[in-house]
């Protein structure tokens, strides 16, 4: 069973910049392909980003694109998520996510591993 735990949420001012880490643990089949999603208040999931194992390929929502970036390190299996000009409206819990396919993240949304999630407040 892969385990994701995630770190580096916080509170950050509007424009700001904050990076989330995500640890990954157990089977390597299972993070071929990591990615982030989150979650606002009153709000569903959403689709964050995405990596492939390679890194050769990366995958952003319209939302975020130009202002986070992706990264993994698969010596650590540990991937991260660089956020830049944060806004209000990227308040939410954000949350690793993994799969053996990139397909499952970037494109169905449906990653078979979820980790805990961290909480990123960011004020006005």
């Known amino acids: 069973q892969v385990q994701l735990v995630e770190s580096g949420g916080g509170l950050v001012q509007a424009g700001g910049s904050l990076l989330l880490s995500c640890a990954a643990s157990?089977?390597?089949?299972?993070?071929?392909?990591m990615g982030w999603f989150r979650q606002a208040p009153g709000h569903e999931r959403e689709f964050v980003a995405a990596i492939t194992w390679s890194q050769e390929t990366t995958y952003y929502s319209d939302s975020v694109r130009g202002r986070f970036t992706v990264s993994r390190d698969n010596a650590k299996t540990t991937v991260y998520l660089q956020m830049g000009s944060l806004k209000s409206e990227d308040t939410a819990v954000y949350y690793c996510v993994s799969d053996n396919s990139i397909s499952q993240i970037a494109h169905d949304h449906a990653p078979a591993y979820w980790g805990q999630g961290t909480q990123v407040t960011v004020s006005s």
């Open positions: 157990g089977p390597t089949f299972g993070t071929t392909a």
